[in-house]
């Protein structure tokens, strides 16, 4: 009888002993994750001494799995990015998708922060361009997310940054000069260099709207003039800074002109863009450049580059 429990004991002591084994071995069920948040793809090439800039692109997709914020009821899906940027440097930010309308989020290290987005509603694709001067050396976090509530899909993001100063050494500095005096001219209503009205012609019968002299040339000897609306408080600078009766001729002109005005208003949003028509604008400023032609004598066809500020 004795022996016959010992036996007994002994199996249920090997079948504890197994099964505790057998529990311990059990490997848990892993789940991996791969996030493109908070990443440095887009980090990974810095500005070092005698280079004058340094391109990283990123291309990656928005899904329901992503971080997400919500305002007003309504979802955004989002990845962020770290950039280190040192004081000056300048920083342009090209965001693209054929998926949703794209916005940009830019948080400094002192956690203010700049959106970006494309304003135009969405047609098939979507395009913004981001410039910013770093005003202190740190790492700063850029938020990709969609100007539109819920969206998903694939987009891209090309960053480059250039030494302080190095992207309007392409421009004119005449050309540059006489643009940053006419912005500063803006902010007081152009009232600076509006001189004498001019007499109005009879034929004239628009309402509401003044014309002045200007001694301002944006392009010397090319000169201005200045348009009021609303007994003054609106005002724009008009002028036409080059005419030809090649047309040829003066859509290479506007086009050389429109890349320097792109580099000097490169934190506005493009408006336009076409063979003809470039636009750009802030909440309070808008620039036209475009080409436009005109009857003269003899039936002679003229093309001109006029330049509007609003």
């Known amino acids: 009888m004795k022996v016959k429990l010992l036996i007994m004991l002994c199996m249920v002591l090997c079948f504890n002993t197994y099964a505790q084994k057998k529990k311990t071995t059990k490997k848990p069920s892993q789940t991996k994750t791969v996030s493109i948040d908070s990443t440095e793809i887009l980090n990974q090439n810095q500005l070092n001494s005698g280079m004058q800039q340094v391109q990283d692109q990123v291309e990656a997709t928005l ?41 940009l989020g830019f948080k400094t290290p002192t956690n203010k922060q700049e959106n970006s987005y494309d304003s135009k509603p969405f047609s098939g694709s979507s395009y913004n361009k981001f410039f910013y001067v770093a005003p202190a050396t740190g790492t700063y976090t850029l938020l990709a997310t969609s100007m539109d509530a819920g969206q998903s899909g694939k987009y891209k993001i090309q960053k480059t940054i250039t030494v302080p100063n190095a992207v309007e050494a392409q421009v004119d500095p005449n050309f540059s000069s006489q643009f940053k005096a006419l912005t500063v001219s803006k902010t007081e209503n152009f009232k600076n260099i509006t001189v004498e009205k001019f007499k109005k012609d009879k034929k004239d019968k628009s309402v509401g709207q003044e014309r002045f002299r200007t001694s301002f040339e944006l ?14 408080n609106t005002s724009n600078y008009k002028t036409t800074i080059f005419e030809s009766e090649s047309e040829e001729e003066a859509k290479q002109y506007f086009e050389k002109t429109k890349k320097q005005l792109q580099v000097l208003v490169r934190s506005w949003t493009e408006q ?36 509007i500020y609003n």
Do not use: W
């Open 219 to 232: 392009v010397s000897g090319k000169s201005g003039m200045i348009l009021q609306d609303n007994g003054g």
């Open 272 to 307: 336009s863009n076409t063979d003809n028509n470039y636009s750009a604008s802030t909440d309070k400023d808008l620039i036209t450049l475009s080409v436009t032609s005109e009857e003269r004598k003899k039936k002679k066809m003229v093309y001109l580059v006029s330049f």
């Open 63 to 103: 899904t329901g799995k992503d971080k997400s914020s919500s305002q007003n009821g309504e979802k955004r899906f989002y990845d962020t990015y770290k950039l280190f940027l040192h004081a000056g440097e300048e920083l342009t930010l090209e965001h693209s998708s054929d998926n949703f309308r794209v916005m």
